[in-house]
């Protein structure tokens, strides 16, 4: 029985090597806190499981990021890919 809902288990490696990937490409410090989860996606066109990357850099403080893939897939250039995509978000303000 899952008590979380959509909650899924990540092998711990693979989420090791997703928060070093987001420190890295991010350019994050120890400090800071990476949390790498997988929830059901029911959105329209989205597949079954995402991976949701969030960063917490202090109160009020937090980026998510969503890839639509499962954790098992993600790989560095996903990460790259959303903060390419996080840049140009930015750049445009």
């Not at 909650?7 to 990937?21: L, V």
């Not at 937090?62 to 996903?78: F, M, N, P, R, W």
Request: net charge negative; charged share 25%; aromatic share 4%.
């Amino acid at each position: 029985m899952n008590l979380f809902g959509g909650k899924r288990m990540i092998p711990a490696d693979q989420t090791e090597r997703i928060k070093a990937w987001t420190r890295t490409v991010f350019h994050l410090s120890d400090a800071t806190t990476v949390m790498v989860t997988e929830l059901e996606c029911r959105e329209p066109g989205c597949p079954p499981i995402e991976t949701v990357i969030a960063v917490l850099k202090g109160p009020g403080e937090t980026q998510q990021y969503k890839i639509h893939k499962t954790a098992i897939e993600v790989g560095l250039s996903d990460i790259e890919g959303v903060a390419v995509k996080e840049e140009l978000h930015h750049g445009q303000h």
